[in-house]
């Protein structure tokens, strides 16, 4: 098992360098970053990481191909890959549609859009010019100016068609789940995907791109995950909450709650409507002990990075040195 973490850059730089460089030092095998318009750019961000960092592979997690064309995602994570001396893994989804909507941008196709952007990105950086006549991009003899290798693809994905399409063309991919419920589902379709691309298992990154929220105290590991646990409720489809046999009306006290708290502020009622059940079901979080039994859960069925995604715990730094000392190490070993 591996270990990656998330971060969001809606911190000062130099803060979240302190947090990368500390689960550097701690073990973690990888660092993600993630792409949303309003937060800090993406590749700004991991250039200061890269030229700080030693060993942690970095990456966006994940970029899209609506924000940029990938001739520039190609360009920008080989310069990270050129700074970083061979440390960079490009995450790549299909987007956020809340945050495009605001940017005017229509979340059309895309499933052609990002198997286009794969094909397109592997060519560049296997220094091919690029002819490519796509329903979506059409490239006339593009080829990057600079030598990258190849840099390893992780695609993000949940719905049953993109986690085909992550295995046929990706490293690796990133799902957005936390319970080996979800990935037994999730690997059906992975298997699909690699038989076709005639891969094997072995070379395939299944990532846990999980919420994670540790602490010596259970209790407060739990608290700290309520609030991100109400957003994921909210937002996973019927399929995922029927998967877990969540009741309608508990999941609605949610999304009532998360309202009131967008009106009115009232952010306790939100933690108050998050059941232990969801918790479970939507983060890994507990103790060290009660983290490690999901984990080898998880490496049950598949799974073979675990990332540590927001919150981390209720004092990240401390969880994050806490995962270092006593999760890490049981995978070593
Ligand atoms: N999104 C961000 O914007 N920023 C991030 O930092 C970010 C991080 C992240 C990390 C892990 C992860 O798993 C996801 C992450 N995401 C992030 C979200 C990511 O960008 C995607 O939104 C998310 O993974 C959605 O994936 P999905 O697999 O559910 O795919 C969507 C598009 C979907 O609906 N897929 C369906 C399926 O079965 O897989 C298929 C939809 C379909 O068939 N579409 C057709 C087509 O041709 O594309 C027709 C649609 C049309 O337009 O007509």
Do not use: C
């Not at 105290?217 to 046999?245: C, K, T, W, Y």
């Not at 984990?295 to 919150?311: F, M, R």
């Amino acid at each position: 098992m591996r270990f990656g973490i998330e971060f969001v850059p809606d911190m000062k730089y130099y803060e979240l360098e302190y947090y990368v460089k500390l689960a550097e030092d701690s073990g973690f095998e990888y660092t993600w970053i993630t792409d949303h318009y309003n937060n800090r750019n993406v590749y700004s961000i991991l250039t200061i990481l890269a030229l700080k960092t030693q060993t942690i592979k970095l990456g966006p997690g994940v970029t899209n191909p609506y924000h940029i064309n990938p001739a520039l995602t190609a360009s920008a994570i080989a310069t990270i890959n050129e700074v970083s001396g061979g440390r960079a893994v490009l995450g790549i989804g299909a987007g956020d549609k809340v945050t495009f909507e605001r940017i005017g941008i229509s979340w059309e196709k895309p499933l052609k859009r990002m198997r286009e952007a794969i094909e397109i990105i592997r060519e560049l950086h296997a220094g091919k010019s690029v002819k490519y006549d796509g329903e979506i991009f059409k490239f006339n003899g593009a080829r990057l100016g600079f030598k990258t290798g190849s840099i390893p693809i992780y695609v993000g994905a949940q719905g049953p068609k993109m986690l085909k399409l992550a295995a046929e063309l990706g490293d690796g991919v990133l799902i957005n789940a936390s319970h080996p419920k979800d990935f037994e589902e999730a690997k059906k379709n992975i298997d699909a995907g690699l038989e076709k691309a005639g891969k094997s298992v072995d070379a395939f990154d299944v990532v846990a791109y999980a919420s994670m929220s540790v602490d010596k105290n259970r209790d407060n590991a739990r608290n700290a995950a309520r609030i991100v646990v109400a957003f994921i409720v909210a937002g996973s489809p019927e399929v995922v909450l029927q998967r877990h046999g969540l009741k309608d009306e508990d999941v609605n006290k949610v999304r009532e709650a998360l309202n009131n708290a967008f009106t009115k502020g009232d952010w306790p009622g939100v933690a108050k409507a998050v059941t232990d059940e969801m918790i479970d079901i939507f983060s890994i979080s507990g103790t060290p002990d009660d983290v490690i039994e999901r984990v080898n859960e998880l490496a049950k069925v598949g799974v073979t990075q675990v990332v540590a995604g927001s919150p981390i715990g209720p004092d990240k730094k401390k969880s994050i040195k806490l995962i270092g000392k006593e999760i890490i190490p049981k995978f070593k070993e």
